[in-house]
């Protein structure tokens, strides 16, 4: 059983930067794959970010490719997400979440999932 948290959310202004993290309880988050989702209101959730487990190779969404950038603390036993340039369509909940499988990009593939953070950009 892993338990994930996520914090570092909340209100910023456009081209504002944002990290949130994701810390890891139970298990050994290196051991898993780790994803970021978002979700707006009235849209479904989206694959925002990955990092693989092992090796820690990082895939991202085209939205978010060369603003956003994901990391893992293995000491910590926590998950980053670094975000920069800050849009308004970034606006969302950000959920943080973990498969012991291979599967990145689709959200049924995870099996544990942390309560979201909100990020809200105002332009």
């Known amino acids: 059983q892993v338990t994930l948290v996520e914090s570092g959310g909340g209100l910023v202004q456009a081209g504002s930067s944002l990290r949130l993290s994701c810390a890891a309880s139970?298990?050994?988050?290196?051991?898993?794959?780790t994803g970021w989702f978002r979700q707006a209101p009235g849209k479904e959730r989206e694959f925002v970010a990955g990092?693989?487990?092992?090796?820690?190779?990082?895939y991202y969404a085209d939205s978010v490719k060369g603003r956003f950038t994901i990391s893992r603390d293995n000491a910590k036993n926590t998950v980053y997400l670094q975000m920069n340039s800050l849009k308004p369509e970034d606006t969302a909940t950000y959920y943080c979440?973990?498969?012991?499988?291979?599967?990145?990009?689709?959200?049924?593939?995870?099996?544990?999932w942390g309560q979201g953070t909100q990020v809200t950009v105002s332009s």
């Open positions: 979440a973990a498969n012991a499988r291979y599967g990145l990009v689709r959200s049924r593939e995870y099996d544990y």
């Open positions: 139970g298990r050994t988050l290196s051991n898993y794959v």
């Open positions: 990092i693989t487990r092992g090796d820690g190779l990082t």
